[in-house]
């Protein structure tokens, strides 16, 4: 079989090659670029989509003997992810844009891409499993290796682009995968991991707000829970729900946004037990398993380090409300929450609003 590797010059990718090759298979190296406009990233070396990226793959992919092409999606990257991206975080939202990269451009255009040259399936090195099932279809699982899986970030991917992929690191712990890199004779072996959003300039999340929403970087007032000016911001896209750091706040306790109402360009902060939430309300719904029932049982995380936690769901054409057993922390809305039952991940959408009255009592 041809299969294409989207690989981003890190080990997990290197290895999914390096597996597929010796299954006997014709494996193709992609590896995705993007040209933004705006500053240089801070750091290529931790990037999956940068000049040392593409370095790193095509060293490894002459290693393994195997073709490898660069795909330059900068335009549906732009489009699809850091815009977005940048819109949500000025209404005061919280997104993932590894979820929608990898909806939109991983599993899509550079999936495409792939199959116009040939390819029947397309591989990454993300841990995850995908569960082949004759009644069911290809189904979504977390990977072996829990501390690093990845399915979270995979939940909104359609049966289709299931049904093309490969994950062939989610059946190896990390320390097996890097074992297999060292044993090969990869230099990615040692790589270390490219971090969480890929695309940030050389002032990280503040230099990209400035540059691209220059007005949600406005200074305006910090609220307390009664609504009394406690401090000024230096703009609602620079705080995220959750954030203690760079309030600038001199309290007796620890305080932490609680709330972001872009509209009045005001923040809300109190106490960790205000962050406390058991009732969420989402959006845009993705389902893979369990689509048609209206309510269910399920395990849910909130963010992608959070431990899935017992809910309970309520589905409403493209709308969720969930109820956790015990109060969830500094739940972000543009965030995703994601279903699971035991390792299959049945599906998740996007946080709306996050309410628990009796919690902040």
Same mark, same amino acid.
């Given at each position: 079989?041809?299969?294409?590797?989207?690989?981003? %010059? %890190?080990?997990?990718?290197?290895?999914?090659?390096?597996?597929?090759?010796?299954?006997?298979?014709?494996?193709?190296?992609?590896?995705?670029?993007?040209?933004?406009?705006?500053?240089?990233?801070?750091d290529d070396a931790m990037s999956c989509c940068g000049p040392s990226a593409v370095r790193a793959a095509e060293r490894v992919a002459s290693d393994l003997g195997i073709s490898h092409r660069v795909v330059t999606l900068s335009d549906v990257f732009e489009r699809e992810v850091v815009s977005p991206f940048v819109r949500e975080y000025a209404k005061g939202r919280t997104p993932n844009p590894c979820v929608r990269c990898n909806e939109a451009v991983k599993f899509g255009a550079l999936a495409e891409r792939a199959l116009e040259l040939g390819a029947e399936a397309v591989a990454t090195g993300h841990h995850a499993r995908i569960l082949r099932d004759e009644a069911d279809g290809p189904l979504l699982a977390r990977a072996r290796d829990?501390?690093?899986?990845?399915?979270?970030?995979?939940?909104?991917?359609?049966? %289709?682009?299931?049904?093309?992929?490969?994950?062939?690191?989610?059946?190896?712990?990390?320390?097996?995968?890097?074992d297999l890199a060292r044993g090969a004779g990869l230099h990615?072996?040692?790589?270390?991991?490219?971090?969480?959003?890929?695309?940030?300039?050389? %002032?990280?999340?503040?230099?990209?707000?400035?540059?691209?929403?220059?007005?949600?970087?406005?200074?305006?007032?910090?609220?307390d829970a009664q609504g009394t000016v406690v401090g000024q911001h230096d703009g609602v896209g620079l705080y995220t729900i959750g954030q203690r750091r760079g309030l600038g706040l001199s309290r007796p306790n620890p305080v932490y946004v609680t709330a972001i109402d872009a509209s009045r360009n005001a923040i809300s902060v109190g106490s960790g037990q205000e962050l406390l939430s058991t009732s969420v309300e989402a959006d845009d719904a993705r389902?893979?398993?369990?689509?048609?029932?209206?309510?269910?049982?399920?395990?849910?995380?909130?963010?992608?380090?959070?431990?899935?936690?017992?809910?309970?769901?309520?589905?409403?054409g493209r709308s969720v409300r969930v109820i956790f057993d015990e109060p969830q922390r500094a739940v972000c809305p543009g965030q995703a929450v994601v279903f699971y039952d035991g390792d299959i991940v049945l599906g998740g959408a996007t946080v709306v609003a996050a309410t628990d009255p009796s919690a902040r009592q």
């Open positions: 079989m041809k299969i294409a590797v989207a690989m981003s %010059g %890190g080990v997990d990718s290197s290895v999914a090659a390096l597996i597929l090759v010796r299954q006997g298979h014709e494996v193709l190296g992609l590896t995705m670029v993007v040209e933004l406009p705006c500053s240089s990233q801070a829990l501390d690093k899986d990845q399915s979270y970030f995979l939940y909104s991917l359609t049966r %289709g682009q299931l049904s093309l992929a490969l994950l062939p690191a989610g059946e190896l712990t990390k320390d097996e995968v890097r990615t072996a040692r790589r270390p991991e490219s971090q969480d959003v890929c695309f940030l300039p050389e %002032g990280g999340m503040p230099g990209l707000m400035r540059e691209r929403a220059p007005g949600a970087c406005v200074p305006g007032p910090i609220l389902w893979s398993d369990r689509a048609g029932v209206r309510e269910f049982r399920a395990d849910a995380k909130v963010r992608s380090t959070a431990t899935a936690a017992p809910c309970s769901v309520q589905r409403d």
